[in-house]
C-alpha cells in the first residue's frame, strides 16, 4: 500500500467519523440533557442527574393534547392519501407515454412545492370557502403533498404487477371489482402498508405546512415549536428522548427482521 | 357434447399491423383442436380474441352457437390457461383453484370440497394450503389446469402452457393434457409454435402465418397433404426440390428438375410454371431402383436412434436430408460419395411458388 | 382513459378519476389558484372588497421589489439555499459513492438505516437539538473552549447556525438520490479509469459524477426547495439578522395581518424555486420522470 492510498484511507476514516458524529452527537446531547437538573435543557455544565423531567414530561397536559391532536390528523391523512394516491397510480399507470409524462409532472409538483406555499395556498383557498384553520386544513394540507408518496410507492409496486393475472381472473368469470379486490389489492397490500407508515411519520413530523393552517389547533410539531420560544425545559427533551429510543428500537428490530428473511431465503 | 366454436372472417388490426387476417374456421365440440404457427404469427392474438380479451376489428365468433360479440371474458363459456400461468401468488393452491367458483358466488365450505376434488384429479392431494411459490414447475402446470377446470368450461383456451417445462416434463404433460381431454368431453383450443406437440395431441391442427390460416386439417392430412410451401416446410421436415412443372393428368403433374424429368402428386391450384417439389426425408430409399430418383454427395450421417439423418448437397448447391432407418444403416451410402434416392410417387407433392 | 375503464369497469374507473380530479382540481390546482388571485389583488377592508379599487395589479410584488430590507432576505434565502444544498452535497458524496461502490450489503443496510434514524424523529427535534447544541452556554462552545480552540464563547445562532441545521436536516434527501445513481455504476468502469492511471479525484470528476448527475441533480433541488421554504430552521437557530424569506411572509399572514402581501411573497418563493427546479433539471438533461424515489 502506498503512502498515498494510506493518506487517502486516513481521510476516509476520519471523514466517516466525522459525518456520524454529525449526525449522532446532536440527537445524544439533546438526549442526556433530559438527565440534568438544570432547567435549560444542556449538558454543560452538569448540574445533578434527575429523572424529573420525565415526571414533568407526564403531566404537561398542553403537550399530551398536542401529541393527541397530532395522532388524530395523521390518522386522518392515512384515510385521506391512501385511497386517493392509490387511484392516482392506476389512472397514472392506465396512460401512455405523452399523457402519462404529463400527468406525471402534475403528480408529483406538491413534492417540488415548499411546504408553506402549500399551507398558505390552503388557508387562502379556505378562508374564501369560509372555513378557517384547524384540524380539518391541516388534514387537506398535509395529504396534499402526502399522496404524492403514496403514489409513487403504489406506481413502483404496480411495474412489477403481471397483468395476465387480471385477465386470469377475468377469464375463470370474475367481476372486475372482484379482480380489484382480491387480485390487485392483495398484491398492492405491501405497498400500501409502508405507505400508510410512511404518511403517519410525514404528516405527524410536518412542521412548515402545518403552521399555516393550524388556527387554534396545536399538533405536536407546532407545540414544541412554541415551548423552544416561550420556556424550554428538559421535558420536551424527555419527549424527543422517548421518540428516539422507539426509533432505535424500531430499526434494530426491522434489521434483525431482516437478516433473519435473508438467511432464510439464503438458505431456502 | 361441448361447444363448438365457430369463427368466420375473423380480422385483427393493431395501428398500422394486420396481425390476425380473415380467419375463419369451425371447432367441433369435444374437440383438441391446435392452433400451429411460428412466433409472430398472430395464434396468440386469435386466442384472446376468442377467450375476449380483445375485440375483432372484424368478423363474428360464436360459441356454442351463440354469438360473443357483446360478451366479456368473464361471461363466456370459456377458460384459459395462460403460458405465464398467471396463478394467484398471495393465495394458496385451493383458493387459485376456487377462483372461479368463488367469482360464482359459491360458498366456501363448497369450494373447498370442490378444490380438494380437482386436487385429487390432477393427483395433488393434500396441496391446497401451499402458496404456488411453493410448487414445482410441473404442480403449477396442473394447478393451473385445474383452475381452469373448476369452473366447468365448454371451451379451454390453452396458451403454449408448457414452453416453460423441460423437455420430459414436456412430454409428460402432453400426454396428461390428451388423456384429461378425453376424459372431460371439454372442447380445447391449443395454441403452439412446437410442430411435434400440435401433431402428436391434436384431432385437428390449424397452420397459421403473418395472420393467416393457411391449413386446416388432420395432423397425417397436414403432413402428407400440404396446402401451401409453408405448411410443407413448417411441419416436419422436407426437401424442397426447384421445379418447373411442364404437364399435369389425373392428379400427377411432371416437372423439369435439376435431376432430371420427375413425376409427383398436384397439389390443388397447381399451374404449368415455376414450381416446387417437396419429399419428406423418410420417403427418400437409398438406391436407384424408382424411375423418381435424386442425387446428392454425402457429406454426414447423423445418428438420432431410431434412425439415423444423412445430409448431403446436390449438384446446384442445395441441401437433400434422407431419412435411413438403423436397422439399414448397413447399406447407407458412405460419407463422401455420391448416392442417388428413390421415392415413390405418391409421396411427393408440387405446389406452385409463393 | 379508455384502458382505466376496461380494466376497472364504470363504478371503479369512475371512482378513482373523481378521487384525482378531487385531489389535482381540489387540493393542488384551485388553493394555487387562489394564492395567485390573492397576490394580484390589494388589501382592503371587507366593506370595500369587490369595489372600485379591487382590481387586479402587481402592487404587492413590486412592493417586494422596492423594500429594499425583504428584497435583500430575499435573495440571501436564494444564495443561502443554494449554498446548504452545495454544503448537503459535499457532507454526503463520499458516503454516497462508499456506500453505492464499496460498502458490502450488510455494511449498507447497517448504516442506511443508521441515516435514517434522526430522520424518523421529527424536523423541529431534529432542529431542537442543534438549538441546544449551539446555545450560548452550550456543549458546543465548552467543547470548544476547553480545547482551547476559542477564547470565549462564539454566538453560534445566525447564517452559521441556520446552515448546520438545515443541512443536518437534508441529508437523507440528498444521500438517496445519489446513492441510487452511483449505485447502478458498474464497479468495473471505475477500475478501468483507475487501470488507464486516473487519478482519485479524475474518476470521480470524468466518470463518477456524470453518471450520477440525474441522482446529484435530483438532491440539489430538493435540497434548495426544502432550505428555501423551511421555517422552523430559521426560527430557532436565526438571530435577528439573520431572518429568512419565509419568516416575512409568516408575518404578513400572523403578524402583519396583510394576507394578499404574504400570498404575493409566497407567489414568489413557488416560482423561483419551479424555475430552480426547471432549470437545474434541464441542464443536467434530467426528466421530471426521473425525479422519483
Sequence with gaps: ?268 | MSHSVELHQVGVTFGATRAVDDVSFNVEGGEFFSILGPSGCGKTTLLRVIAGFLHPTEGRILIGGKDMAALGPNQRPTAMIFQSLALFPLMPVWENIAFGLEARGVAKAERRRKADELLRLIALEGFGDRMPGELSGGQRQRVAIARALAVEPQVLLLDEPLSALDLKLRQHMRAELRSLQKRTGVTFIYITHDQSEALAMSDRVAVMSAGVVQQVGAPRELYDNPATPFVAGFVGETNAIPCTVKRIEAGIATVDSPHGTLTARAGSALAAGKAKLYVRPEALKPGNAAENALSATIERIDFEGAFALAHGATDDGKRLIASIASTDLAAAPAIGARARFGFDRANAVVLPDG | MAELYRRFGGGLGTLFLALVGAWLAGMVLAPNVMMIDYALRPNLPPSQIGGPSDVYSLDNILYLANEGVHRAIFFKTVWASALVALVTFLVCYPLAFWLAQHATPNQAAVVLLGLTIPFWINEVLRTLAWYILLAFRGPLNAFLLSLGIIDEPVRWYGDGGVLAGMAYAYILFMLFPIYNSIESLDKSQIEAARDLGASTWRIHWRVVIPHAKAGIATGCVFTFMLAAGSYVAPALLGAPGSRWFTEIIYNWFFEGGDWNRGAAYALVLLVLCLAVVLVTLRLARVSLTEVAK
Excluded at chain 1, 467519523?17 to 446531547?29: D, Q
Design chain 1, 1 to 268: 500500500m502506498s503512502a498515498a492510498d494510506r493518506i487517502a484511507r486516513a481521510l476516509f476514516g476520519f471523514y466517516m467519523a466525522a459525518f456520524f458524529v454529525y449526525l449522532f452527537a446532536p440527537l445524544a446531547i439533546m438526549g442526556i440533557a433530559t438527565f440534568n437538573t438544570s432547567r435549560f435543557p444542556t449538558v454543560t455544565p452538569w448540574q445533578g442527574t434527575t429523572l424529573k423531567w420525565f415526571q414533568e414530561l407526564s403531566t404537561d397536559t398542553g403537550m399530551w393534547q398536542s401529541l393527541w391532536t397530532s395522532v388524530v390528523v395523521a390518522f386522518c391523512v392515512v384515510v385521506v392519501a391512501l385511497p386517493i394516491g392509490t387511484a392516482a397510480a392506476l389512472v397514472l399507470t392506465s396512460l401512455h407515454s405523452r399523457a402519462r409524462s404529463f400527468l406525471y409532472a402534475v403528480m408529483v409538483s406538491p413534492l417540488l412545492t415548499p411546504g408553506v406555499v402549500i399551507g398558505i395556498a390552503t388557508l387562502v383557498l379556505w378562508r374564501q370557502l369560509g372555513i378557517g384553520g384547524g384540524v380539518m386544513l391541516i388534514v387537506i394540507a398535509q395529504a396534499s403533498f402526502i399522496i404524492c408518496y403514496v403514489m409513487l410507492m403504489v406506481t413502483a409496486r404496480l411495474q412489477r404487477f403481471d397483468p395476465t393475472q387480471e385477465e386470469a381472473a377475468l377469464g375463470l368469470g370474475a367481476s372486475k371489482f372482484m379482480v380489484f379486490r382480491r387480485v390487485l389489492l392483495p398484491f398492492l397490500k405491501p405497498a400500501l402498508i409502508a405507505a400508510g407508515f410512511l404518511a403517519v411519520l410525514q404528516s405527524i413530523e410536518n412542521y412548515n405546512t402545518t403552521l399555516f393552517v393550524r388556527g387554534f389547533d396545536t399538533p405536536l410539531t407546532v407545540y414544541i415549536a412554541t415551548k423552544v420560544r416561550t420556556g424550554l425545559t428538559p421535558a420536551v427533551n424527555a419527549l424527543a428522548l422517548i421518540m428516539i429510543v422507539i426509533t432505535i428500537a424500531g430499526a434494530v428490530a426491522y434489521e434483525f427482521a431482516r437478516r433473519r428473511q435473508a438467511a432464510r431465503l439464503g438458505a431456502g
